[in-house]
Each structure stands twice: as structure tokens, then as C-alpha cells.
């Protein structure tokens, strides 16, 4: 019975060891260039109902219950959802900072499946009169002993596709002009 017991304590000390030597944090960016110019790209990221337009979560489940505190494009507005599909959950997201045609800094509190926050901050490059690189920066964690997931998760991978996604949808609204302000 000791022995049984020593196995079993060594099993659940194990992963609780090596969680205290993982990071908590994980970062990623992807970046797009668009032709269209800058102040026309920041005037519609700034404003987050645009993201129903282009952003893979916020598309993912175009019957989630939406609710709205704040005036868009503007500091402190805030834009939550709550969806019935486990993998959109709810969340809410609040405009942290905005720069005039160079960023636009947002938190993101995700409630459910899982608790958490992130920084997603979107920055505007003029390359051209009619050219933009846009990039979109995500940084988020996990706490102990959470944290030990980030050895078996690849959110760079997983998230980064993600991104990309929601980069090229906001090419392609932009470019082709199917531009909706919702």
C-alpha cells in the first residue's frame, strides 16, 4: 500500500513540478498588406461591430447574442457576446487605446468554456497613399498549473491560422469594397 501511495503522490506532484518551469505567457502576431489606405483601414477596425464583417470568432457563430455598452470606435466601448456553440462561448472585448491610423488596443475577456484575458492589438503601416501593412498582435496566459498545457497546446499554430484568416477576410471586405459598417 506505501508503494501504491508513493506512485500516486509522485504521479499528481509530477505535472505540479513541471508547471513551475513552463511559461504562463504566449504572444503571436500575423501581418497582412492591403490596398487600401490607412486612415480607411483604422477608421474601420476602430470601430469593433465592423469585426462581425471579417473576424473568424465573431463569424463563427452569426447567432450569438450580442450586446453593446459604450459608442463604437471609441475608448471603453465594449462588445460581448454569448454563443450556445462551446467553441465561441462568451466573452467580451473593450477598446483599451486607440491611436488615430495606428492602432487599436483591445482586451478580451473570454467567461466561457474557460476563464481568461488577452491583448489583441491591430497596428496600421502607410506603405503607399493606397497601402497598408496591418498587423495583428495577440498576447495572452495561462496561470499555474494551467500553465503546463502550453507544452501540449501550439497557440502560435492554432491561433495563428486564426488570424490569419481574420486578415485575409479584412483584405478581401476592404479591397473588393463589400465594406458593411455594422
Partial sequence: MTTFLS????LIALPLIVALFVRKKYALQRAITINRPCAVLYDYVSHVRNQEAFNK???ADPHARKTYRGTDGTVGFVYAWDSDMKQVGQGEQEIKDLVADERVALEVRF?????GKADSTITFQSVSPDQ???????????KYPMNIMLLFIDFEKILGKDLEITLQNLKDVQENKT????
Fill in 57 to 59: 470568432w465573431m463569424m
Fill in 179 to 182: 465594406v458593411a459598417y455594422l
Fill in 132 to 142: 497598408t501593412i496591418v498587423t495583428w498582435a495577440f498576447q495572452s496566459g495561462m
Fill in 7 to 10: 506512485i500516486l503522490l509522485a
Fill in 111 to 115: 467567461i466561457k468554456p474557460f476563464e
